[in-house]
């Protein structure tokens, strides 16, 4: 089980006060009876809708059938779905009327626009998303398997229970004759895992005029609470040489010996536990045959931390490790950035925060506060208050075992539609990015919570 979440401070308790307003004023209010009373009614039909998209391939850059699948059922529900470059499928909720243009603290009037292209003068949006992608190639066998209350498939927990609880919210507010009073937008982005480095989130807060209000991202184990975004740098490494045959050019510089060399150098690196930052080699390939000196070889590394000064100074020593050994064996070596992760974070009693953990609360739900890399890395490192929480049970994610429990479902999908109402409500009271600004990419350190638990999520 991940570590219990410490005591909390003078802050967070302010927070805390402040937020059960508004999450008490959701439960009373008619949208809310009238979306939970659907939900509960769906169950068995949220659960043939999560084995349906698992079913659905959507490899990390061929995510094209499930987006599809995705804007279709968007289209049943009359939403206007929208597509880009990147993939994305995104439909926005239309406020009920446009609502003045909220005040700063000066008197000065904020930007408006909901960041869907259509213009300004609406209020800022709130966005909720989860990723379309999986780590698993086309060819995996994703046909889901039923054993007492688990289902095991491949993505099944990453992410098709978010996608599919996605859009079982939209097809319940829909029946509740759902009318914000700022525009929500449903996204279903692309690129999450692996080296799709955020492209779908990057492509889609690229494009908007103004920034969202708040994101709340679907990702990730039942009880996990993630305002700590963790950066990564991602390097593809090739070392390359001259080659030659093993016998009659023994000596000759070897693009693998340099590789290896390097790997037994990183290895030995001190790393820091506060804050934490950590690499690993995920990929290794090179060479001809077993008996010819390797003229290529190459690697690939994750670089990550919670602090974005320790992840700078992490790869400033990797590459000249890397250099290093390439100069000791006499190859040459290339470093290519395939992956850029950046780091932000909220504090712990920024009211988003706070709102969440008492919608998790007040489904029963224990919040676990764990860093982690999500799409809302992105959003975070832009200063738009953003928070990762998870609305499944499961283990396994990134493996062919991977599966959900049936138990804890339906409190999933009670915790995203709080967060999402409560969420709402707060982003027309006028809160928002101007209301708490986010932090963005900062030396300052954060807590040291294991960011590898259960619960967590990390790509």
Not at 59 to 85: M, N
Not at 294 to 321: F, G, I, N, P
Request: some cysteine.
């Amino acid at each position: 089980m991940p570590p219990p979440t410490p005591a909390r401070s003078a802050g967070e308790a302010a927070a805390a006060a402040a937020a059960g307003p508004l999450v008490r004023q959701v439960l009373q209010d008619p949208t809310w009876r009238h979306a939970w009373s659907y939900l509960r009614r769906q169950l068995d039909r949220y659960v043939e809708e999560i084995v349906r998209i698992t079913q659905i391939p959507a490899p990390t850059f061929a995510e094209e059938p499930r987006a599809r699948y995705v804007a279709a059922r968007l289209e049943e529900l009359g939403l206007a779905v929208r597509r880009d470059e990147a993939g994305n499928v995104w439909a926005p909720w239309p406020a009920l009327k446009p609502a003045p243009a909220p005040r700063d603290l000066a008197g000065r009037g904020r930007p408006t626009g909901h960041g869907t292209g259509d213009g300004a003068g609406s209020p800022a949006p709130v966005v909720i998303s989860a990723h379309l992608d999986t780590v698993f190639p086309p060819e995996t066998p994703l046909t889901v398997r039923r054993q007492g209350r688990r289902l095991y498939g491949p993505g099944i927990g990453d992410n098709s229970a978010s996608v599919a609880c996605l859009l079982l919210l939209a097809e319940a507010l829909s029946h509740a004759g759902f009318a914000p009073p700022v525009p929500v937008i449903w996204l279903f982005n692309t690129g999450e895992e692996g080296l799709g480095n955020l492209r779908g989130m990057r492509a889609f807060l690229d494009a908007c005029p103004v920034p969202p209000a708040a994101m709340l991202v679907l990702d990730g184990g039942l009880g996990m609470l993630c305002y700590r975004g963790i950066g990564s740098r991602r390097l593809r490494v090739t070392f390359t040489g001259p080659g030659g045959h093993s016998w009659k050019d023994f000596g000759q510089p070897s693009a693998i010996v340099a590789a290896g060399r390097a790997l037994a150098r990183l290895a030995s690196l001190p790393m820091p536990s506060e804050p934490r930052t950590t690499w690993n080699a995920g990929r290794i390939s090179g060479g001809t045959s077993v008996n010819t000196i390797a003229s290529t070889c190459q690697l690939e590394l994750d670089l990550r931390s919670e602090d974005a000064t320790a992840l700078a100074s992490l790869e400033q020593a990797v590459r000249q490790v890397l250099a290093e050994a390439a100069g000791e064996e006499g190859v040459d070596v290339d470093v290519a950035v395939v992956g850029d992760r950046p780091q932000g974070a909220l504090a712990p009693d920024h009211p988003l925060v706070a709102l969440v953990r008492e919608a998790m609360r007040t489904c029963g739900i224990p919040a676990h506060d764990l860093p982690a890399s999500t799409d809302a890395n992105l959003p975070l490192s832009r200063g738009i208050p953003a928070v990762t929480f998870g609305i499944r049970h499961g283990d396994g994610a990134h493996t062919l075992d991977e599966y959900i429990d049936r138990s804890g479902l339906d409190r999933g999908l009670r915790l995203a539609l709080l967060a999402l109402l409560a969420t709402v409500g707060w982003a027309a009271a006028g809160g928002g990015r101007a209301a708490g600004e986010a932090a963005g990419p900062s030396s300052a350190a954060s807590p040291g919570a294991a960011a590898s638990q259960s619960s967590g999520r990390e790509q």
